[in-house]
């Protein structure tokens, strides 16, 4: 074999070689290494109902903005309130004085029937105690109607639930507000977190607690991250109340894509979250 031959078998060895080594290196990087493309910020939205029916008064907010947990964000009309609030406080002073009446009687009729049993029947001692005692309980629903009465003058002012941007702000002065019926969303600012969509080939390399790289598509900006955990379970025909992850494609067998929280920390100056934003997730295994 000339020297040419035998040079010529070893670059194509070598070439051999090399591209197994790449496409070795290549599948593990695809199918075993944790990393993924495939990642959201998400954040707790949280919807704003009030309590209380009644016209819309006063609106102390605008789209966008940023408040503060306890901030009142709108104010539903509170004539009514403060009406039936005065109204409670009425009834409590009146049930107050029927309960001062009807224990004098009580305690007048007892010291009578001791001092003189004759003087006056058993059967109206028990009945002066019976009335103290009904003035009682009457006085005590008469205070829990005042302390609902106030609650509701309290719960006309809507207020922030947490610090967060106030989104999706469509309420004019004028509206009915309904019980329970959602009027605008905060996002909860503290609440900022990534889910990332793992194939379950590269679950055995994460673990909770293993550091994790997030850039986001938006600027390109690189935020530190913990893995907090993954979901246990997965949506399958009939288990509606799980996390949706619907294959690529229907026509071949994908390895699942498993939910895995990823909590965020410090964010680089300049950076602003938005729920929804995409990003990639690099999980870095601890070396255990």
């Given at each position: 074999?000339?020297?040419?031959?035998?040079?010529?078998?070893?670059?194509?060895?070598?070439?051999?070689?090399?591209?197994?080594?790449?496409?070795?290196?290549?599948?593990?990087?695809?199918?075993?290494?944790?990393?993924?493309?495939?990642?959201?910020?998400?954040?707790?939205?949280?919807?704003?109902?009030?309590?209380?029916?009644?016209?819309?008064?006063?609106?102390?907010?605008?789209?966008?903005?940023?408040?503060?947990?306890?901030?009142?964000?709108?104010?539903?009309?509170?004539?009514?309130?403060?009406?039936?609030?005065?109204?409670?406080?009425?009834?409590?002073?009146?049930?107050?004085?029927?309960?001062?009446?009807?224990?004098?009687?009580?305690?007048?009729?007892?010291?009578?029937?001791?001092?003189d049993a004759a003087a006056i029947s058993a059967q109206t001692v028990e009945?002066?105690?019976?009335?103290?005692?009904?003035?009682?309980?009457?006085?005590?629903?008469?205070?829990?109607?005042?302390?609902t009465a106030r609650i509701n003058l309290e719960r006309s002012n809507v207020?922030?639930?947490?610090?967060?941007?106030?989104?999706?702000?469509?309420?004019?002065?004028?509206?009915?507000?309904?019980?329970?019926?959602?009027?605008?969303?905060?996002?909860?600012?503290?609440?900022?977190?990534?889910?990332?969509?793992?194939?379950?080939?590269?679950?055995?390399?994460?673990?909770?607690?293993?550091?994790?790289?997030?850039?986001?598509?938006?600027?390109?900006?690189?935020?530190?991250?913990?893995?907090?955990?993954?979901?246990?379970?997965?949506?399958?025909?009939?288990?509606?109340?799980l996390a949706k992850v619907d294959p690529n494609f229907d026509w071949i067998?994908?390895?699942?894509?498993?939910?895995?929280?990823?909590?965020?920390?410090?964010?680089?100056?300049?950076?602003?979250?938005?729920?929804?934003?995409?990003?990639?997730?690099?999980?870095?295994?601890?070396?255990?």
């Open positions: 074999m000339t020297i040419g031959s035998v040079l010529r078998v070893g670059v194509t060895l070598l070439a051999t070689a090399a591209a197994v080594f790449v496409g070795w290196r290549l599948w593990l990087y695809y199918t075993v290494s944790p990393w993924t493309r495939d990642a959201r910020v998400l954040a707790q939205v949280v919807e704003i109902a009030p309590d209380v029916s009644g016209l819309v008064d006063a609106v102390n907010v605008r789209d966008n903005q940023f408040v503060h947990k306890g901030d009142v964000l709108f104010v539903i009309d509170q004539q009514r309130f403060t009406a039936a609030l005065q109204q409670a406080q009425a009834d409590v002073a009146l049930k107050q004085r029927a309960l001062d009446y009807a224990r004098d009687t009580a305690a007048r009729d007892a010291n009578l029937e001791r001092a009945l002066t105690s019976s009335t103290a005692a009904e003035a009682q309980a009457e006085l005590g629903a008469a205070q829990a109607a005042l302390t207020r922030a639930p947490a610090d967060g941007y106030i989104t999706n702000f469509n309420v004019d002065v004028g509206d009915y507000a309904r019980v329970g019926e959602g009027m605008l969303a905060l996002v909860d600012s503290h609440s900022f977190y990534v889910y990332a969509y793992f194939m379950e080939t590269k679950l055995p390399a994460i673990r909770d607690g293993d550091p994790a790289r997030v850039e986001l598509m938006a600027g390109g900006a690189v935020i530190d991250g913990v893995v907090e955990g993954l979901s246990r379970a997965v949506a399958i025909p009939g288990a509606g109340l067998r994908l390895a699942q894509r498993i939910p895995v929280r990823i909590k965020l920390g410090p964010l680089p100056p300049g950076v602003r979250l938005v729920s929804g934003l995409s990003a990639t997730v690099v999980v870095q295994p601890k070396i255990r």
